[in-house]
């Protein structure tokens, strides 16, 4: 079984920065695609950023030009870089890893609120 382990989160003021990371306890292999989403309440989850397996990234519309997610394969781990933050991003953020044989990994969540 993997764990994916999310940190970074926490309380920010509008247009502030802050960074996400997401740790696999150990080597993922055949990922299909991994990613970020987010879940505010109240709302349905949402896709926020993604990278498959080909290199290919994805990022929601809301986003996009001040979200960067990135990965590092040597410490098993993925980052989600926020800047400009906006109070609409506030909510729990999860990162998620699907591998190509159906595999489904989440993170536990981490709180993100953007203060006014």
């Known amino acids: ?3 994916l382990v999310e940190s970074g989160g926490g309380l ?3 247009g502030g920065s802050l960074r996400l990371s997401c740790a696999a306890s150990r080597r993922l292999f055949s990922i ?3 990613g970020w989403y987010r ?3 109240g709302k349905q989850r949402e896709l926020v950023a993604v ?3 080909g290199g290919s990234i994805n990022y929601a519309d809301s986003v996009k030009g001040r979200f960067t997610i990135s ?3 040597a410490k098993n781990t993925m980052y989600l870089q926020m800047n400009s933050l906006k109070p609409e991003d506030t909510a729990v953020y999860y990162c998620n890893v699907f591998q190509s044989l159906g595999s489904n990994y989440w993170g536990q969540g981490t709180q993100v609120t953007v203060s006014s």
Request: proline share 6%; no cysteine; charged share 10%.
């Open 32 to 34: 299909n695609h991994m």
């Open 71 to 73: 990965r590092d394969n």
């Open 12 to 14: 920010v003021q509008a």
């Open 51 to 53: 990278i498959t397996s």
């Open 39 to 41: 879940q505010a309440p």
């Open 1 to 3: 079984q993997v764990q």
